[in-house]
């Protein structure tokens, strides 16, 4: 399974999000994949997963079939984006 997680680094809801990925990890000791739809690599993924709302947190299966996602704000808990780690 892949998590990934969208958002602009340089924006309002970019606080919750670092703490949200710090929480995770130590939570956890898993780290989610990061990316902003900025990049070229970013913005390809938005476009193939129809991605226009950030903060987003996508879970994917090994083969890249959405399995969940989580749009904007409020974060989903720690438990529910572990269970797709």
Known sequence: MRVVVIYRSESDYAR??????????????QVLEEMSPDSVEGNN???VYD????PTIIA?????QLQNLWRGLPLPTISEVSFYV
């Open 16 to 29: 919750q999000v670092s703490d949200f990925l710090r929480d995770f990890s130590r939570q956890t000791g």
């Open 45 to 47: 993924f938005c476009e």
């Open 51 to 54: 991605i226009v709302e950030y």
């Open 60 to 64: 994917l299966s090994d083969s890249g």
